[in-house]
């Protein structure tokens, strides 16, 4: 490949050497085609540097050329040596013929990993000036291309700053009709005494991308006028981000804040959320798309208002309650406020607000829970292994005596298979229960009761404490029964509830 101003050849002066020697000849092939016959090495090198001026010549751009030079020097009294300026036009037409491609000087705006090709740096400082026009009416911010004296090589960097260091004296105004109240003209008149503190609307701003910006070469296809750089710059495209799972989020909420639906949520996260009815836990990080230009603007406002405001919910720890057990203490009551608060933005969302200055015109109550802190009991499968035969609820057909509605659940099993307790607490009944045959019921902290039936040895006595996992009884066939298994059940309220809905 031939770069007129940077040229390189793949040359190979045959093996043959100098041919200086009567009689000697040394044929120069480019691309395979033999241009011309000299008595020495030496002048080849010359005549290409001739041919590349008259192809630059022809070009102010950058000019590529496919170019394979090869020699081969041998001895041959009859063949005829050619004169230079044939040999130069003949090295000239094939250099013609093997031209690939004129590249033009171009700057290339980088911004992460989007480029687009500009003519001009003034193009390039022009698509910079539009690009935060939209949140810079006033012209208030001022775009510089600066050297970025941490490269190597000659990089450009976008620098925004404010037109003028010394910000404007601007008068403070409420952003409301009418006349003042009293506590608005005291508000106004504190605001007044030092102003110089505030400064409404952009105090800052920047692009929020790295932009770099380097003079290169580039295909005439691949250059972009300005109003087109414009719009591929500027223009909300859908690009995916992680959206990290806040308390009070579902994903109805989660679409509504990213301007998606929950079937666009669903498609960008099938192996984690596969349905509507995918559990999202706080913290879970979950991949979303939002619109947004190649280039954002961040941008920090200092606005004033005025709202309602709630105060964070105080929590009263009980120590004697289990984590789901809580109780409202103080219901809340609204507070309202006047504020000047910074806020910072990328494009039109918000990423952050800190108030600077608040005046409370009614305190807000705080909402007051009593919680509690204990972790409630877990509940486990009773047996290792087994085959679910029959599920909670309704059933056809069940054996005489027993009843068409399931309250339990049961595992086939062999008879002497261990059984554990489900969680741990107190054995309140260890004995002949009737239909359950030999039976043990368990007595749990969180108020639950655990039932086990069918047994065909009980291993602990009523009173007893049993932790979770203790092996209580063996498995049987005992009382109203269609082979060896055992029944299951969980008792909320003294109500049979499915266990499957319970067992970790």
């Given at each position: 490949?031939?770069?007129?101003?940077?040229?390189?050849?793949?040359?190979?002066?045959?093996?043959?050497?100098?041919?200086?020697?009567?009689?000697?000849?040394?044929?120069?092939?480019?691309?395979?085609?033999?241009?011309?016959?000299?008595?020495?090495?030496?002048?080849?090198?010359?005549?290409?540097?001739?041919?590349?001026?008259?192809?630059?010549?022809?070009?102010?751009?950058?000019?590529?050329?496919?170019?394979?030079?090869?020699?081969?020097?041998?001895?041959?009294?009859?063949?005829?040596?050619?004169?230079?300026?044939?040999?130069?036009?003949?090295?000239?037409?094939?250099?013609?013929?093997?031209?690939?491609?004129?590249?033009e000087p171009v700057y290339e705006v980088k911004i992460n990993e989007f480029t687009v090709n500009l003519r001009t740096v003034d193009e390039v400082h022009q698509l910079l000036i539009d690009a935060k026009k939209r949140y810079d009416e006033e012209d208030d911010f001022n775009v510089d291309l600066i050297l970025d004296p941490t490269r190597e090589l000659n990089v450009l960097t976008a620098s925004v700053k404010r037109t003028s260091e010394l910000e404007k004296?601007?008068?403070?105004?409420?952003?409301?009709?009418?006349?003042?109240?009293?506590?608005?003209?005291?508000?106004?008149?504190?605001?007044?005494?030092?102003?110089?503190?505030?400064?409404?609307?952009?105090?800052?701003?920047?692009?929020?991308?790295?932009?770099?910006?380097?003079?290169?070469?580039?295909?005439?296809?691949?250059?972009?006028?300005?109003?087109?750089?414009?719009?591929?710059?500027?223009?909300?495209?859908?690009?995916?981000?992680?959206?990290?799972?806040?308390?009070?989020?579902?994903?109805?909420?989660?679409?509504?804040?990213?301007?998606?639906?929950?079937?666009?949520?669903?498609?960008?996260?099938?192996?984690?959320?596969?349905?509507?009815?995918?559990?999202?836990?706080?913290?879970?990080?979950?991949?979303?798309?939002?619109?947004?230009?190649?280039?954002?603007?961040?941008?920090?406002?200092?606005?004033?208002?005025?709202?309602?405001?709630?105060?964070?919910?105080?929590?009263?720890?009980?120590?004697?309650?289990?984590?789901?057990?809580?109780?409202?203490?103080?219901?809340?009551?609204?507070?309202?406020?006047?504020?000047?608060?910074?806020?910072?933005?990328?494009?039109?969302?918000?990423?952050?607000?800190?108030?600077?200055?608040?005046?409370?015109?009614?305190?807000?109550?705080?909402?007051?829970?009593?919680?509690?802190?204990?972790?409630?009991?877990?509940?486990?499968?009773?047996?290792?292994?087994?085959?679910?035969?029959?599920?909670?609820?309704?059933?056809?057909?069940?054996?005489?005596?027993?009843?068409?509605?399931?309250?339990?659940?049961?595992?086939?099993?062999?008879?002497?298979?261990?059984?554990?307790?489900?969680?741990?607490?107190?054995?309140?009944?260890?004995?002949?229960?009737?239909?359950?045959?030999?039976?043990?019921?368990?007595?749990?902290?969180?108020?639950?009761?655990?039932?086990?039936?069918?047994?065909?040895?009980?291993?602990?006595?009523?009173?007893?404490?049993?932790?979770?996992?203790?092996?209580?009884?063996?498995?049987?066939?005992?009382?109203?029964?269609?082979?060896?298994?055992?029944?299951?059940?969980?008792?909320?309220?003294?109500?049979?509830?499915?266990?499957?809905?319970?067992?970790?």
């Amino acid at each position: 490949m031939v770069l007129i101003g940077i040229l390189s050849f793949i040359v190979d002066f045959g093996s043959v050497g100098k041919a200086t020697d009567a009689g000697s000849q040394v044929t120069i092939f480019i691309n395979g085609n033999a241009v011309g016959v000299v008595s020495d090495t030496a002048d080849v090198e010359g005549m290409i540097r001739e041919a590349r001026k008259r192809i630059a010549s022809t070009s102010e751009q950058l000019v590529l050329i496919n170019c394979d030079i090869r020699t081969n020097a041998r001895t041959d009294v009859f063949t005829k040596l050619d004169d230079e300026e044939t040999v130069i036009n003949n090295i000239y037409s094939v250099f013609s013929d093997n031209v690939l491609k004129t590249k033009e000087p171009v700057y290339e705006v980088k911004i992460n990993e989007f480029t687009v090709n500009l003519r001009t740096v003034d193009e390039v400082h022009q698509l910079l000036i539009d690009a935060k026009k939209r949140y810079d009416e006033e012209d208030d911010f001022n775009v510089d291309l600066i050297l970025d004296p941490t490269r190597e090589l000659n990089v450009l960097t976008a620098s925004v700053k404010r037109t003028s260091e010394l910000e404007k004296d601007e008068e403070f105004a409420f952003p409301k009709a009418g006349f003042f109240s009293k506590a608005d003209r005291l508000f106004y008149e504190a605001l007044k005494q030092d102003v110089s503190q505030f400064h409404f609307g952009v105090k800052d701003l920047d692009f929020a991308e790295n932009v770099e910006v380097v003079k290169t070469y580039a295909d005439p296809e691949r250059i972009s006028t300005l109003e087109e750089a414009k719009e591929l710059v500027t223009k909300e495209q859908e690009k995916s981000k992680i959206y990290e799972v806040a308390a009070g989020d579902s994903l109805s909420v989660i679409a509504q804040k990213n301007q998606m639906t929950i079937d666009d949520i669903i498609a960008l996260n099938s192996e984690t959320i596969p349905n509507i009815n995918a559990t999202i836990r706080p913290g879970d990080e979950i991949r979303v798309s939002s619109p947004e230009p190649e280039l954002s603007v961040r941008r920090m406002e200092e606005v004033y208002y005025e709202e309602t405001y709630n105060k964070p919910v105080e929590y009263i720890d009980n120590d004697n309650w289990f984590t789901n057990e809580s109780k409202v203490i103080t219901e809340p009551v609204d507070g309202f406020r006047k504020v000047v608060a910074d806020i910072t933005y990328k494009n039109d969302s918000e990423e952050s607000r800190d108030i600077i200055y608040e005046d409370v015109v009614v305190e807000a109550v705080a909402k007051v829970v009593e919680r509690g802190t204990k972790v409630p009991p877990t509940y486990l499968k009773p047996i290792s292994g087994g085959r679910l035969t029959s599920g909670f609820g309704r059933r056809k057909a069940p054996k005489r005596g027993a009843s068409t509605y399931h309250k339990g659940i049961d595992w086939a099993t062999p008879v002497g298979t261990a059984v554990a307790a489900s969680s741990g607490g107190t054995v309140v009944r260890a004995g002949w229960g009737s239909g359950y045959g030999y039976v043990v019921m368990i007595e749990h902290p969180d108020g639950k009761q655990t039932r086990y039936g069918h047994l065909s040895k009980i291993l602990v006595k009523t009173g007893q404490t049993v932790k979770q996992g203790q092996k209580i009884a063996l498995s049987g066939n005992t009382g109203v029964s269609t082979g060896p298994h055992i029944h299951f059940e969980i008792l909320v309220n003294g109500v049979q509830v499915n266990p499957l809905n319970y067992l970790n």
